[in-house]
């Protein structure tokens, strides 16, 4: 069951690689899904005493350590696949250089928290709309 939870994020981090592009998924997921598996290991961790402790724990421990690193792949993919130009991630620009359109719809989620399906002018919330502050809270609690 726990393989089936982490392995899960591996299509996704394959499918980002051949788009090169993060398009439709929510950085601000990843980031609480990231700081979740994160804070569960370090639970674990504080709380064994020795190696007879973390043996029952480790099936837990290696599937929050392996699901925080695939996660932490996808949150580099988010940097990584992004136009320094502007809010489009690399594949869209080429779309957009080559003259293709996208031509299938993609989940929106405005401000307001709605979501709603665009096939054309959707606005997607991206890295550079996350605040300063909260990419800098991520960034010490990368460090630490």
Known sequence: MAATFFLGRVPQVFK?????SCAGLSVEMFLVVFSAAVTYCAS????VRSWAD???KLPFFTDAAVGALLDLIILAQFFMYKNPDDDTTAADS???ASGKQRSTPRATTGR???S???SSGGTSRKLADV???KLA???SLLEA
């Open 16 to 20: 980002n690689w051949q788009r090169k």
């Open 44 to 47: 674990i961790l504080v709380r």
């Open 54 to 56: 973390l043996a029952p």
């Open 94 to 96: 080429e779309s957009a």
């Open 112 to 114: 307001g928290g709605s």
């Open 116 to 118: 709603h399906s665009s």
């Open 131 to 133: 605040p300063a502050e």
């Open 137 to 139: 809270a991520l960034t």
